[in-house]
């Protein structure tokens, strides 16, 4: 048997590219488009993501003629493809004639024809139109040279990550008696003795529709799980089938990590890639969009277990579906693409290459903008093709970290559901506000699941692990007394996997490891801020605790609970655990933080960087580092590296003059 080719195949260095729809173009700029890839040093397009509908205008007629050619074109100018199984959006003959492929809301509206994605995810009607489209592209492109990697669908789970179509009720059932057996089970993980909710047999069960009040949290958590697993099904199907007809080329799709697409577990799905691809849009009204950023690289390492990934898309100015679409400013492209190499991926790519004139994406930005060739965008397009062949020997090296940030799509799924202690608490600011205090400070973690084996990490911060099982409990308590400096903060460990409070006073699963016992959460007003002891304020969050073993290492100095702790800290075996049972402000946790990595012997990537200045290191198994310096701000700053400055290919005999919105990527000596 022909073994799988691991990523990159033969696509040299860093690869880079774009989302390429030529169907949307007459021949003579499909020719100028080969022309201008050339000059931008364009190595890998995706291609065929929405052609469905051309690809097969009438259900079994099919016209190829037209990829064929394009792939043709692109196989002569040496640029390789990732080829959609074009399964993203159904033809409208086939929803015409399946309607019962559509997806609806929890209200029961249909999503109709006409935008994309309207399919039921767990459709077998649709599955089995998939497949066979799928299996068409596999048989036709398999052999064909420009084919590097298949790409599955398109972002699943994008615009419809809960479908409660008749299809989605009935796959849920058999997840649901998979997963407990027994519809006793099923009643007693539910908790259905509250509310007259018990069950008799499975048939009774349904998605969490819309509903008179709030609907049963467990049940709710269930069809969050159910429906990522149902999305990973129907990848798993589709690749099964590439596996078959052309098991030498690897297959991925291209994930939304980030911190606004909460539906989709990618950790639960990284054993199945091949190469894990990742999109990432900025928020353009977000003055910090660079640090949610790093957040998004770090956790596409985290759930590429470490290995190369693949930026599949961003963009290079402005998107078109935010309220609103500010383009990028001088140089925010080169800090963008080069952050995400940075923190470990291998190709650089975006939406897309060519910005359409039609539709709903033709104010989306691309590689080549309406306004054509003379432009900014397209001059740093070509740009960024030169700096990241300069780059090429980076590719394969990897990220380091001494410290591990737990990020859990359960807890962020269970924490914010109805009927809670404030509806303040956003799960993503409350991770991003740890990691902010890290990217600051310069040190780089990787982003890990609550299943990640903790081992080597000299400090672990897990803010808000709302759920967690006994399993995940035993195993941060184990990394503190392996000699870990592990944080906790408040609203983790209060429930188990079903959604189930863990009694005895909070935070149960962590009650002892931490040395504290919770007997009323304090959850503040808008605007409410108290004072902790060191000076800091705090916001949105207290809680009446003892302490049981551990000391407190700051008090609230003001409001309801003077003088009770606030941050506590028990010594466990060699290591420590830390617990915030506050929300303290910005400089507050960095304090935090800061004391936490000197108790863990955690340095920075570089000590004594200016604020805004960005570095973090891939290494080589040889012994190489790369050092990335990225330089946020406006002023020009000077930087003590000694080494190869690869984009401005000179030597540095010590110090690397770094202007105001710049980039270096240094070989180190
Ligand atoms: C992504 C999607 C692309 C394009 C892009 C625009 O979510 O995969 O097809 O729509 O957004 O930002």
């Known amino acids: 048997m022909t073994t799988r080719q691991p990523w990159p195949l033969d696509v040299p260095g860093i690869a880079y590219g774009g989302d390429y729809n030529p169907e949307q173009w007459p021949l003579d700029i499909q020719l100028e488009d080969i022309e201008l890839m050339r000059e931008a040093g364009v190595g890998l397009l995706s291609v065929g993501i929405f052609s469905w509908a051309l690809l097969e205008p009438r259900e079994g007629v099919h016209d190829f003629a037209w990829l064929d050619q394009v792939l043709d074109r692109l196989h002569a100018a040496g640029i390789r493809v990732a080829l959609a199984t074009a399964t993203a959006s159904p033809p409208p003959w086939l929803t015409r004639a399946h309607p019962e492929i559509l997806p609806r809301t929890a209200e029961g509206t249909v999503l109709h024809q006409g935008a994309r994605q309207s399919y039921a995810i767990a459709s077998p009607v649709f599955r089995a139109y998939a497949l066979r489209m799928t299996r068409t592209m596999a048989e036709r492109y398999g052999d064909h040279p420009a084919l590097a990697l298949w790409h599955v669908d398109n972002e699943l789970g994008c615009h419809v990550p809960h479908d409660y179509s008749d299809a989605s009720a009935t796959a849920f059932r058999a997840w649901l008696e998979k997963r407990y057996g027994t519809v006793d089970a099923l009643n007693a993980a539910w908790g259905t003795a509250f509310w007259s909710q018990r069950y008799d047999t499975f048939d009774e069960v349904l998605p969490p529709l819309a509903a008179p009040t709030f609907v049963n949290p467990t049940q709710r958590l269930d069809f969050a799980r159910f429906s990522s697993d149902e999305h990973l099904a129907h990848y798993r199907a589709l690749r099964d089938v590439l596996r078959q007809v052309t098991p030498h080329v690897p297959t991925t799709t291209n994930f939304m990590m980030n911190t606004r697409n909460k539906w989709v577990d990618y950790f639960s799905w990284s054993a199945e890639m091949d190469v894990v691809a990742n999109d990432h849009y900025l928020v353009a009204a977000d003055p910090e969009a660079h640090i949610e950023l790093a957040l998004s690289a770090d956790l596409s390492r985290g759930v590429a277990g470490g290995a190369p990934w693949i930026l599949m898309e961003h963009s290079t100015s402005a998107v078109n579906w935010q ?51 003379d432009t900014d965008v397209f001059r740093d397009t070509v740009e960024l093709g030169r700096r990241l062949k ?141 004072t902790l002891d060191d000076g800091s304020t705090a916001d949105l969050w207290s809680e009446k605790t003892h302490l049981t073993g551990a ?21 466990v075996g060699r290591g420590a655990a830390w617990y915030v049972a506050a929300r303290p402000d910005e400089d507050g946790v960095r304090r935090l933080v800061r004391s936490l990595l000197d108790e863990a012997g955690v340095a920075p990537e570089l000590p004594g960087l200016p604020a805004g200045v960005e570095a973090v290191r891939r290494h080589r198994p040889d012994g190489t580092r790369f050092l990335f310096l990225i330089n946020h701000t406006g002023q020009d700053v000077e930087i003590p590296v000694r080494g190869r400055d690869l984009i401005r290919d000179r030597e540095l005999a010590g110090h690397l003059a770094l202007p105001g919105g710049e980039v270096a990527v240094v070989r180190e000596d």
Not at 334 to 349: K, Q, T
């Open 323 to 373: 309220p609103r679409n500010r383009p990028k400013g001088p140089g925010e492209m080169f800090r963008n693409s080069l952050a995400h190499v940075a923190r470990g991926a291998d190709a650089v790519m975006f939406f897309q290459w060519r910005q359409s004139l039609a539709g709903a994406e033709k104010y989306h930005s691309a590689m080549v903008p309406h306004a054509g060739r």
């Open 390 to 530: 300069a780059l090429a020997e980076v590719r394969g090296s990897r990220v380091r970290a001494d410290v591990a940030l737990v990020f859990d799509y359960p807890s962020w799924w269970a924490a914010e559901q109805d009927g809670r202690p404030t509806e303040a608490l956003d799960y993503q600011s409350e991770l991003l506000r740890w990691y902010r205090a890290l990217w600051e400070l310069g040190v780089t973690a990787d982003v890990v699941s609550a299943d990640t084996a903790l081992d080597g990490y000299r400090a672990v911060i897990a803010p808000t692990l709302y759920s967690v099982t006994d399993r995940t409990a035993a195993r941060i308590a184990d990394a503190a007394t392996a000699g870990a400096s592990v944080l906790l903060t408040f609203l983790s460990g209060i429930v188990d996997e079903h959604d189930h409070v863990r009694p005895g006073g909070y935070p149960g699963a962590f009650r002892e490891l931490l040395g504290v016992r919770t007997e009323e959460f304090w959850p503040l007003q808008e605007g409410e801020t108290h």
């Open 551 to 571: 000391t407190a290492v700051r008090t609230w100095a003001d409001g309801p609970l003077t003088g009770r702790p606030a941050v506590t800290r028990r010594a």
